[in-house]
């Protein structure tokens, strides 16, 4: 199987809003606490734009979801920049489960406000939840969930991202000589572009064009 393309050359090929996608899906799969933070950076602007995306209460679970598996995280650190840490992200979250209007949603995030205050009173409560209840409770059928909500998510936005043909986006770049320079500098990049047209993926989807000149890309939808 051949490796991943370089990022330079990927560019060329994936719009940036569907590579912002790509790469926080790909942060959840790999379940990479360190950058959940900016997996909800990311969740937020994107409801922030379409509110619709997602119900109240889908967004609330998924946020919580990821602050969950962060605090909890930190929480096993017993360093106390760590621990600051987590009462800078736990104030956060207590003022916005405060304006929530969904009873089952305020439920759910009090409890979970009160078991970190527990925690962060308590250094011998905080050492026997990250051996015993942690595992149990936050483990891989909690990541799998999470995972599962956040491929609804992305699956969603996914299809409202507009990748127009060659000929839509011709018409969308102004016809001024120095409009055309400026759209010049991002087609410029030989060397990424030869890296991309001789990967094997990208030339075994070549390799289905009819005689007509129009690609058959079975897949080309899901991307």
Known sequence: MEGPLPLSSLRLLVPPLRMMTAVMWKVVCLRDIV???????????????????FTERQMRLLTLGLRSKMMLQILSSEKPEDLRDVETRLNSLMQTTSKLAHPGNEAMESNFVRLIQ??????????????????????????????????????????????????????????????????????????????????????SKMNTMDTSGKSVFPGYNQF
């Open 35 to 53: 950058h959940y933070g900016k997996v909800e950076e990311f969740v937020s602007l994107v409801t922030e734009a379409i509110p619709d995306i």
């Open 118 to 203: 527990r925690l962060l009173d308590d250094p011998k409560g905080r050492e026997h939840f990250r051996k015993n209840v942690f595992p149990a409770e936050y483990g891989s059928d909690f990541d799998t969930a999470l995972e599962t909500v956040f491929c609804e998510f992305f699956t969603r936005l996914d299809k409202l991202v507009l990748i127009p043909d060659f000929e839509q986006t011709a018409m969308w770049i102004g016809d001024t000589p120095t409009a055309l320079e400026e759209y010049m500098q991002c087609v410029s990049k030989a060397n990424d572009l030869k890296v991309l047209l001789r990967s094997k993926a990208h030339l």
